[in-house]
C-alpha cells in the first residue's frame, strides 16, 4: 500500500512515499529556516506563504524519488494539528485537492502520533505498550502507547517547550535559529559544570516539566556577565543543555518506573540532540530498558513519520470527509 504524506504543521514543508506504512520509498524535507532566521523564531505569515511556493514541488520531488505518480498512491495522509493553523491549512487544502482529484481515501494525522511513529520507521522497531518522551519546538510530554492509536499522556511541560527554551536561549546568546542545533555545536567548546542552573521540581511530585524558570536563570546570567567573549557563551550553552537533559532524563526515568514501562521512546525535534540522546541511553543501559531514538533527520518535523502513521489508520479503516480541516490545538491524550 503506497501512501503520500504531507506535512506543514510548522515551518518544515515535508512530503513523503511510504510502501506498507514502513519502508521509505520517497521523503523530502524542505526547511524555512533561512526564511525565519533573521526573526529569531517562526513568523507564521510567512510561513504559511512559504508553504503554498514549495509544498506542490515538494511533493513532486517525494514522488520522483519514489519513482511513482499520483494515479499510484492508495491513500493521503496529512497532518491535521496541533501547529500553526495557516501552515496546516496549506497541507490539509493540498491533501484534499489530490484525494478528490484521484479519488484516494485521506487521513488526517495528529502530529504527535506522527513523531511517536518516526520510532516505527527503523530496526528494531518498538513493541507496544511503550513510554515516549516527545521533546520538539511546541510541545514537551510523556505518553504511554498502548496500540490502536490509543495514548495516555501521564506528564508534560507547565510552560514552555524544551525546544522552545533552546530557541529562546540561543537567540539571548546571539547564536541564531533554530536554537537545538546551534546550541549544541556551541556546547561542545564549553563547561557544562561552568554555571549552577536550577532544574525545577514540581511541588507535587508530578512527572510534568517546566522550563521558564531555566530560561529568565540564563538571562539574568547573560545580563550580569555582558558582553560575554566566545569562551563565556560556550560555558552558558554547555551548561543550559546540561540542566535541560538532566530535567529531562530525571522526570522520564521517574515516570518509566511508575508505570513499570521497560521500553521507551525519545522523539521530537529536540530529540536530535547528542547529550540527550547519550544520557538517556546511559540510563537505560543501566537498567536494563529498552530505549528506541529515531535517527536525527527522523526526530525533527518530517512526512515520512505522517505516512507511517497515517498508513495504520487507513489500514484500520478510518477516513476523512473532504470537509477535513486544521486543528491547530489538537491533543493526543
Ligand atoms: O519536532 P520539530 O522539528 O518541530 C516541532 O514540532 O516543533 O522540533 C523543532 C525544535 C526546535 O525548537 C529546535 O531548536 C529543536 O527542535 N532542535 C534541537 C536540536 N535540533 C532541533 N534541540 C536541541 N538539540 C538539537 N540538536
Ligand atoms: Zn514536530
Redesign the pocket.
Known amino acids: 500500500m503506497l501512501v503520500l504524506g504531507i506535512e506543514t ?2 515551518d ?1 514543508t515535508a512530503a513523503a512515499v511510504l510502501d506498507g506504512g514502513r519502508k521509505i520509498l520517497g521523503s523530502v524535507v524542505a526547511s524555512q529556516d533561512a526564511v525565519h532566521g533573521p526573526y529569531g523564531g517562526v513568523v507564521p505569515e510567512l510561513a504559511s506563504r512559504r508553504h503554498l511556493e514549495v509544498v506542490l514541488p515538494v511533493i513532486t520531488q517525494a514522488l520522483a524519488q519514489a519513482g511513482v505518480g499520483l494515479a499510484d498512491l492508495h491513500g493521503i495522509a496529512v497532518t491535521q494539528g496541533p501547529g500553526l493553523v495557516g501552515s496546516l491549512l496549506v497541507g490539509c487544502s493540498v491533501a484534499k485537492a489530490i484525494a478528490y482529484c484521484h479519488r484516494l481515501p485521506l487521513v488526517g494525522v495528529n ?1 504527535l502520533e506522527g ?1 511517536i511513529y518516526a520510532a516505527f520507521l527503523e530496526e528494531p522497531a518498538p513493541t507496544l505498550p511503550f513510554l515516549a518522551l516527545v521533546v ?4 514537551t510530554a510523556l505518553y504511554l502507547a498502548g496500540g490502536g492509536g490509543r495514548y495516555e499522556r501521564i506528564g508534560q511541560t507547565r510552560d514552555d517547550a524544551a ?2 527554551a ?2 529562546k536561549v540561543a537567540k539571548l546568546l546571539g547564536l541564531g535559529y ?4 546551534v ?2 555545536r556551541a556546547a561542545r567548546a564549553g563547561d557544562a559544570k561552568a554555571i549552577r542552573f536550577p532544574t525545577a521540581q514540581m511541588s507535587d511530585g508530578a512527572p510534568d516539566f517546566s522550563f521558564s524558570g531555566l530560561k529568565t536563570a540564563v538571562s539574568l546570567h547573560v545580563k550580569r556577565h555582558a558582553p560575554l567573549g566566545p569562551r563565556q557563551v560556550a560555558d552558558v550553552a554547555a551548561s543550559f543543555q546540561a540542566t535541560v537533559v538532566k530535567m529531562l532524563v530525571r522526570r522520564t526515568v521517574r515516570a518509566a518506573q511508575r508505570a513499570r514501562a521497560r521500553r521507551l521512546v525519545l522523539t ?3 530529540a ?2 547528542g547529550a540527550l540522546r547519550e544520557a538517556l541511553q546511559a540510563e537505560c543501559r543501566e537498567r536494563g530498558w529498552a530505549l528506541h531514538v529515531p535517527s536525527p533527520a527522523l526526530c ?2 518530517n512526512a515520512a513519520m505522517i505516512a507511517a502513521a497515517g498508513h495504520d489508520r487507513l489500514v484500520a479503516g478510518e477516513r476523512a470527509p473532504l470537509t477535513l480541516n486544521a486543528i491547530p490545538d489538537l491533543t493526543l491524550a
Open positions: 504543521s510548522c518544515e502530529h513523531h520538539s519546538g511546541g510541545h525546544g522552545e533552546f530557541d533554530p536554537g537545538g542545533p546550541i549544541e521530537g525535534g529536540v536530535a540532540n525533527t518535523d
